[in-house]
């Protein structure tokens, strides 16, 4: 999350009252806004408004590929806080869409209560009327994990795998550390008009770009906005029961990566040592969710890994993307060979792809059997996943197939 009031989706996990009344501070600390918030809606905006029935989502896609990449923010996040990521995922020929929840961002209010399996439904519909197809990878961050898991549960054909960064757990609020304290009710504010010259201040992170660290303030110190953050963290238990209802505890077969970070973020006390260990051993227990995952931790990051170590994360992404496209292809031409190629080594870094072979077939020299077994020009010309993998150009020697 980027803003010091999204960090209470972190501490609606803690027992005690300090952090609310953080909250209460943030919400009567008045200043002058650096911009307008017409100028925030109009001069940064970037992607469209999608209307779903009920309300308009903001969504902001850029670049071609296959699986196209989603971005779900925890709570009190928005679409900016992935634009390095995003960016950085563009040039390698990818579709990368990162979005405003209802009430964020751009995005409009959306009906009450704010929970995963409302959010999850809002996400489907948006993709859908926004005519972007799957298959998808998911990331999510903090509470955006419980909606990306929700969603996967939900449309299994549609994932092509999910990254987890500092993902909130479904059991956490069943733990002593982790119980969810109650919230205080935010004063709704009556002078809407009086409302843009008295901007609540939230605390943008040190590391949110610095370019949109002005709209930043501005759209997260909204009526809206905060309504949905403590809407949002007043539903999160609820939220968590969802998912793991839904999830049913069957394991994906898609692949996870789960990044955990690697600097603590409570008090070094004796809570805050028990909250560290705990939080810790619900991020291995993650690895559950599926028969294919991974986990990495973020050594130099806090909570927010995406802002943090941007280039770690896109790393994660890229190299997961990969693993799907190497099986997916592997599957697609094992079929359309009748051969399994288990033989093969498939190493696909978005585009090129390499094809190595890795034994000989009885009575077959190295040539022949890539000449037999691989009629590569045939399956570049009828391939959707060719195409969709942007694979164009084929070099053939005696030691392995190159696809660029």
Not at 17 to 24: A, D, E, K, S, Y
Not at 112 to 135: D, S
Not at 264 to 271: Q, S
Request: overall charge positive.
């Amino acid at each position: 999350m980027m803003v010091s009031v999204s960090s209470l989706e972190r501490d609606a996990h803690e027992v005690g009252l300090w952090h609310f009344r953080i909250f209460l501070l943030l919400l009567t600390l008045t200043a002058p806004p650096l911009i307008t918030l017409v100028e925030a809606k109009e001069t940064f905006y970037k992607g469209k408004l999608v209307d779903i029935g009920t309300h308009r989502l903001h969504i902001n896609c850029a670049g071609e590929g296959s699986p196209t990449v989603i971005f779900d923010s925890g709570i009190g996040g928005f679409s900016l806080e992935w634009s390095k990521i995003q960016k950085n995922l563009i040039k390698n020929n990818l579709k990368v869409c990162s979005y405003d929840r209802a009430g964020y961002g751009w995005s409009d209010s959306g009906p009450q209560p704010r929970t995963t399996a409302r959010i999850t439904k809002e996400l489907k519909t948006l993709l859908t009327q926004a005519n972007i197809p799957g298959p998808y990878l998911l990331v999510g961050h903090s509470f955006g994990g419980f909606n990306i898991r929700y969603f996967a549960s939900e449309y299994p054909q549609l994932i092509a795998g999910l990254i987890l960064i500092d993902s909130s757990h479904p059991q956490q609020f069943n733990t002593d550390e982790f119980k969810k304290p109650k919230l205080i009710k935010m004063k709704p504010i009556k002078n809407a008009s009086s409302f843009r010259f008295t901007i609540v201040q939230p605390i943008i992170a040190n590391n949110f770009p610095k370019k949109n660290k002005r709209v930043a303030r501005i759209l997260m110190s909204t009526k809206k906005s905060l309504r949905t953050l403590v809407n949002e963290l007043e539903n999160m238990e609820i939220s968590a029961i969802q998912l793991a209802e839904r999830s049913n505890h069957t394991p994906y077969e898609f692949p996870v990566v789960i990044i955990t970070r690697g600097m603590r973020v409570w008090p070094n006390d004796r809570l805050g040592n028990r909250k560290e260990q705990q939080w810790t051993k619900l991020q291995y227990d993650l690895e559950n969710i599926s028969n294919n995952s991974a986990h990495f931790f973020a050594r130099r990051s806090g909570h927010t890994i995406h802002l943090d170590e941007p280039k770690f994360v896109t790393d994660k992404i890229l190299s997961t993307i990969e693993k799907y496209r190497n099986n997916t292809i592997k599957n697609e031409l094992t079929k359309m060979l009748a051969v399994n190629l288990t033989t093969y080594s498939i190493k696909f870094s978005i585009n090129p792809l390499l094809i190595t072979k890795q034994n000989n077939i009885t009575g077959l020299s190295r040539r022949n059997k890539i000449e037999k077994y691989l009629p590569i020009n045939e399956w570049l010309d009828n391939s959707s996943l060719a195409q969709q993998f942007d694979v164009k150009k084929v070099n053939l020697s005696n030691d392995f197939l190159y696809l660029k």
